[in-house]
């Protein structure tokens, strides 16, 4: 609502309350956006977030982890009358799940030295990979966990979650070091504890600018207006974030990213959106719904690695937005996810997966196919890891024998 002299328009807020152990709290607010338009939302713009509280909403009372949910609408009229309206209330009949444990991470950490290295695709990458569960769970990408503080606030919640995952990685940090663990352990307990409290103060900024037509590059040049260095970066990641409050699909992120990167000529914008998509293909889920149905694990993998080089084409069998990831890497504006494919590659040809599930006897064809395949395709930086694995998958059929 614009005073003194401005034009007064009203604002609509959709505060998502959950319930636990019969005490109400805020988990988030919805509809912040619309105060950034500098002019009265329409009714169109007004009934979207409230769409995309109630599915936040709905999305939360499904994970188990709440009694009820409730959506409040609090409208601020254009002379400072407030009035509050319950527009969606449900109690949960979802058990509560299994306790979530954090996942091991074998590649290198980054040693991080402030809360803004947490938020880059080196420790986004390490975080999507320990609290996968937790990520999963909620269909998020790592980037949104570090940023927002709705997110982070689950993850704080889940506090054995937290400190397990720190201590591993703690304990990947000091090996073969004169490190203590219990030293950087107490380094990534503060720059979590700074990184949290930094994303809490970041959700008192009401009037943020909304990410209009998914062009990012002018959402930095309006932040850049307000913020300065690495805050401009960081309130557009949180923008976003609200953006996707209650999206009803883990492919929204992907979508909106590929909806942006034909429109981002800016650098700053275009190593952004490569940090979501990353984010996006650290997620198996997506990465399914991109490749599609295949056979085999071989298969897939074969399909996978086109897709890591940018030879992939949805003909494969696979979904479009994958054609659009394999054009957008050709053009070398996917440094990260294709990274993240290669990975993923490289994590299954070192698993205990059969390639070929349907038919054992072909185990040993299979692998030597793979070898041929990724050894081919792999870049540098894979292709003796991803050989000596397939190496090793033949020295235990051998040693089977």
């Not at 034009?7 to 619309?34: A, N």
């Not at 056979?295 to 992939?312: D, I, K, R």
Request: proline share 4%; net charge neutral; hydrophobic share 40%.
């Amino acid at each position: 609502m614009a005073l003194f002299g401005g034009k007064r328009t009203s604002s609509h807020h959709f505060e998502i309350m959950t319930q636990r152990e019969g005490r109400w709290l805020l988990d988030s607010t919805v509809g912040t956006e619309l105060d950034g338009l500098g002019r009265e939302p329409t009714t169109r713009e007004v009934q979207k977030a409230e769409e995309n509280a109630v599915s936040r909403a709905k999305s939360l009372l499904a994970t188990g982890d709440f009694q009820a949910v409730k959506v409040v609408c609090e409208t601020t009229g254009v002379f400072g009358h407030k009035s509050n309206k319950e527009v969606f209330s449900q109690v949960s009949t979802v058990k509560r799940g299994e306790r979530l444990v954090p996942q091991a991470y074998k590649g290198d950490v980054p040693l991080c030295a402030t809360p803004d290295d947490l938020t880059r695709r080196p420790s986004c990458r390490v975080i999507g990979t320990v609290y996968r569960d937790l990520l999963n769970k909620y269909g998020l990408i790592a980037i949104e966990l570090v940023h927002f503080y709705p997110h982070l606030r689950r993850l704080e919640e889940q506090s054995m979650l937290l400190q397990a995952g720190l201590r591993g990685i703690a304990e990947r940090q000091a090996e073969g070091t004169d490190r203590p663990v219990k030293e950087r352990m107490s380094q990534l307990q503060d720059l979590t504890a700074k990184a949290i409290s930094r994303a809490r103060d970041a959700m008192a900024e009401r009037r943020l600018p909304p990410f209009a037509d998914a062009d990012l590059d002018g959402l930095l040049a309006r932040l850049a207006q307000r913020f300065q260095g690495d805050d401009v970066r960081y309130f557009a990641v949180i923008v976003m974030a609200r953006e996707l409050m209650g999206a009803p699909s883990q492919l929204a992120r992907l979508d909106l990213a590929l909806r942006a990167l034909p429109q981002a000529h800016e650098a700053d914008a275009v190593g952004l959106l490569d940090e979501v998509v990353a984010g996006c293909l650290d997620m198996s889920g997506i990465v399914m719904e991109l490749v599609g149905h295949q056979p085999s694990l071989a298969e897939a993998m074969a399909v996978l690695s086109e897709l890591g080089n940018g030879a992939f084409w949805p003909a494969r069998g696979g979904n479009a937005m994958g054609g659009q990831v394999a054009s957008h890497i050709r053009e070398g504006r996917l440094i990260w996810a294709k990274q993240s494919i290669w990975d993923r590659i490289l994590r299954e040809v070192g698993s205990g997966s059969p390639l070929i599930k349907a038919e054992p006897r072909r185990e040993w064809a299979e692998t030597q196919r793979m070898i041929d395949v990724l050894g081919a395709a792999a870049p540098e930086a894979y292709r003796e890891r991803i050989l000596r694995k397939l190496a090793a998958r033949l020295e235990r059929m051998r040693q089977r024998e």
